[in-house]
Nanobody, 114 residues
Framework: VQLQASGGGLVQAGGSLRLSCAAS????????MGWYRQAPGKQRELVAG???????NYADSVRGRFTISRDNAKNTVYLQMNSLKPEDTAVYCC?????????WGQGTLVTVSS
């Protein structure tokens, strides 16, 4: 199983980035997908998740600014991040979960300058 995240980088506050996570080795369409982030000195937190049954959910801190989506044909989940703030700076990684089995990808660093 491999979850390959990309799209991170350095952006000014107010800017946008789109993260991608390409999955292989799993039946992508049946997995719940999520984006998590971990800032220095802080615990990892769920940013956004998307399931086939319940759709998308977001952390309060990003709701209205971030959008999660998935393309099952491409085995890829995306995170569109708009109106970025310095407090969004973190390593972002994706997660695939199905019936209690969870897989993690490596992270991609997002740095938002003020």
């Amino acid at each position: 199983v491999q979850l390959q995240a990309s799209g991170g980088g350095l952006v000014q506050a107010g800017g946008s980035l789109r993260l991608s996570c390409a999955a292989s080795g799993i039946m992508f369409s049946i997995n719940d997908m999520g984006w998590y982030r971990q800032a220095p000195g802080k615990q990892r937190e769920l940013v956004a998740g998307i399931t086939s049954t319940y759709g998308a959910n977001y952390a309060d801190s990003v709701r209205g600014r971030f959008t999660i989506s998935r393309d099952n044909a491409k085995n890829t989940v995306y995170l569109q991040m708009n109106s970025l703030k310095p407090e969004d700076t973190a390593v972002y990684c994706c997660n695939a979960r199905h019936i209690g089995v969870s897989h993690w990808g490596q992270g991609t660093l997002v740095t938002v300058s003020s």
